[in-house]
C-alpha cells in the first residue's frame, strides 16, 4: 500500500500580511513556539531521547544521561552504567531502559526512578553476538532489534524479550529496523530505509505503508504521526487506518534556522513537540494563537501564518 501525501499542495500559493514570531510550529490550528528546557535553556544537544508520558519526564543522552522534567523546567542527572545512546521508558511503571554500548555487551540496564536503584537485564543472546539498540517497551515487553556482527549496521529482523523469554517478530526477519512505533491497538509501524510499514496484530506480512522517507513517533495517546522533512509537514493516521491526513507544519525560519536536517521529533505528555536535528533539539510549546500553513512549491519553504487568537 503506497500513499502520496500532499502533493496537491506544492503549487499552492500562501500570502502572509506580517511575519509572525511566535508560530514556529503549527499543529491542528495551533501555534507552538520555542520554550525552555530548563534554566531558559531552550537548544540541547542529544544522541537519542525519550518521554514518560505520566510524568513528563524528557530523558535524553549526552554523555551521560539526564532527566529533564518538562512541567518544573528542572534537569536532573541519571546514574548509570556504561553508555545509554538507545532509551526506552516503560510507560506503565515509569522504569527507564538503556543499553551499554560498549565491547558487544548484551546487557541492559533498568533504572528505577522512584527508588534510585538500577537493575541489570541480560538479554538471552550469545556473548558474541552484537549487542542491542532501537529499544523499545510496550505492555511490560521489551522490543529490540541489534548490529550486524560484522559491524554497526542494524541487523534485520526485531526481537520481543518478556520475562526471560525472547522470541523473534517472524514477519519481520527480512526487514531492517530503523525506528518502532506501536499504536494503541497494537499495530506495529516500523521505518525500514526510506520506507515505512505496517504489522497488524496477528498477522503474517508486514505491509507497505508509506513509501517516502518520512520520520515516526507516538504520543500519549498511542497516536501515530509522521514527519515529511522536505516539506515539513505532520501527518496523522486516519480514524480509518487507510490513510494520512495533514495536520500541521514545521517553520525553522522562524527562528532564524535555514532548512535543518531533521533527524527526530516526539512528543510531550501535554501534546508540545520536541524536534531534533543533526545539531540540536528544540522545545516547541503551544500558545493561544491559531494558525493556518502551506506549502509554496516555488520556494520549497512551509510557510504559517497566525489567524486570531483564543479569548
Known amino acids: 500500500m503506497k500513499f502520496l501525501i500532499g502533493v496537491a499542495l506544492l503549487n499552492a500559493?500562501?500570502?502572509?500580511?506580517?511575519?509572525?514570531?511566535?508560530?514556529?510550529?503549527?499543529?491542528?490550528?495551533?501555534?507552538?513556539?520555542?520554550a525552555g528546557f530548563y534554566d531558559g535553556i531552550n537548544k540541547i544537544s542529544t544522541s537519542h531521547m525519550v518521554i514518560d508520558f505520566n510524568s513528563n519526564i524528557l530523558y535524553h543522552y549526552n554523555e551521560g544521561i539526564n532527566?529533564?522534567?518538562?512541567?518544573?523546567?528542572?534537569?536532573?542527572?541519571?546514574?548509570?552504567?556504561?553508555?545509554?545512546?538507545?532509551?526506552?521508558?516503560?510507560?506503565?511503571?515509569?522504569?527507564?531502559?538503556?543499553?551499554?554500548n560498549a565491547n558487544f555487551n548484551n546487557t541492559i540496564y533498568k533504572y528505577h526512578p522512584k527508588t534510585g536503584q538500577t537493575e541489570v537485564i541480560n538479554v538471552p543472546i550469545p556473548e558474541s553476538s552484537p549487542p542491542p539498540l532501537n529499544v523499545l517497551v510496550h505492555n511490560g515487553s521489551l522490543y529490540f532489534n541489534t548490529h550486524r556482527e560484522s559491524g554497526y549496521d542494524v541487523a534485520n529482523g526485531l526481537n520481543i524479550l518478556t520475562g526471560s523469554v525472547i522470541k523473534k517478530i517472524a514477519a519481520l526477519d527480512n526487514f531492517t529496523v530503523n525506528n518502532i512505533v506501536i499504536d494503541k491497538n497494537g499495530i506495529i509501524y516500523i521505518k525500514s530505509g526510506p520506507e515505512i510499514y505496517r504489522l497488524m496484530p496477528n498477522a503474517n506480512e508486514a505491509v507497505l505503508f508509506v513509501e517516502a522517507k518520512y520520520l515516526i513517533s507516538g504520543d500519549r495517546n498511542g497516536e501515530v504521526y509522521f514527519f515529511d522533512p522536505s516539506n515539513r509537514y505532520?501527518?496523522?493516521?486516519?480514524?480509518?487506518?487507510?490513510?494520512?491526513?495533514?495536520?500541521?507544519?514545521?517553520?525553522?525560519?522562524?527562528d532564524g534556522r535555514e532548512r535543518p536536517k531533521l533527524k527526530e521529533f516526539i512528543f510531550d505528555k501535554h501534546g508540545n513537540v520536541i524536534i531534533k536535528d543533526k545539531w540540536s533539539t528544540m522545545y516547541y510549546k503551544s500558545n493561544p494563537s491559531r494558525c493556518t500553513f502551506t506549502f509554496d512549491g516555488n520556494t520549497g519553504r512551509t510557510r504559517i501564518t497566525k489567524v486570531k487568537q483564543r479569548k
Do not use: W
Open 67 to 100: 532527566a529533564i522534567n518538562l512541567d518544573t523546567n528542572t534537569m536532573t542527572p541519571i546514574p548509570m552504567q556504561g553508555k545509554g545512546n538507545y532509551l526506552a521508558v516503560d510507560q506503565d511503571t515509569g522504569d527507564l531502559y538503556y543499553y551499554r
Open 13 to 34: 500559493v500562501f500570502t502572509v500580511a506580517n511575519a509572525i514570531t511566535d508560530c514556529t510550529v503549527c499543529l491542528n490550528g495551533q501555534c507552538h513556539a520555542s
Open 234 to 254: 505532520f501527518y496523522k493516521v486516519n480514524e480509518d487506518g487507510d490513510d494520512l491526513i495533514n495536520i500541521g507544519a514545521y517553520d525553522p525560519k522562524r
